[in-house]
């Protein structure tokens, strides 16, 4: 069955979208844990699991893009990025994670709209298991689960954030270093 062709960007452009919906949500009531603090958590979970559907049908039906293959980890950005921010605003989350996270990604998507007219920067491996991590951590995070099994998921979430912030700054040294020897490549060969 064959799919509408720009099915797969219209899906990231609404995971963009969907960011500052999200994030309005979060702060409406201060973070409380109330309803408000639940539909928010959810559709980050949503937003962030349709990554995964929208470069599966763009790759299964062959309809894979250089528009797709910049946005999509700009989507990607925009809302865990919001995601961080909000609760660093809420001060559940150290200002600082938030900084080195928005650091790295604004870095690498500053270089891929530097880079566009060369080649397409599209994610690599490491990048996109960053983006599970984070949104792995952010989801736990943002559901306030605490309410339901207590404190101890505090730990949990600090060991998975932990990671996030590790294969944050290990997949931007990775895309770093990638890059370097490319060009190096490119140069010894022209």
Request: charged share 15%; with cysteine; glycine share 8%.
């Amino acid at each position: 069955m064959a799919i509408p062709r720009q099915l797969p960007n219209a899906i990231t452009i609404v995971r963009i979208l969907c960011a500052p919906v999200f994030l309005w949500m979060l702060l409406a009531d201060g973070g409380a844990d109330g309803a408000l603090r639940w539909w928010a958590a959810a559709l980050f979970i949503v937003a962030i699991a349709t990554d995964g559907i929208d470069g599966y049908l763009a790759r299964k039906h062959d309809i894979v893009t250089d528009l797709g293959k910049l946005l999509d980890p700009i989507a990607d950005k925009v809302l865990t990025g919001f995601a961080f921010i909000g609760l660093s605003i809420l001060g559940e989350l150290p200002w600082w994670i938030t900084i080195v996270v928005l650091i790295r990604e604004i870095g690498i998507t500053v270089y891929r709209f530097m880079v566009v007219s060369d080649h397409v920067l599209a994610a690599a491996w490491m990048g996109k298991l960053k983006t599970l991590a984070q949104g792995v951590a952010l989801s736990l995070a943002l559901l306030p689960l605490w309410t339901l099994v207590g404190d101890w998921i505090f730990w949990v979430n600090g060991a998975l954030m932990t990671i996030a912030v590790v294969l944050t700054i290990a997949s931007g040294i990775d895309y770093i270093v990638t890059e370097m020897r490319a060009a190096r490549a490119k140069r010894s060969g022209a």
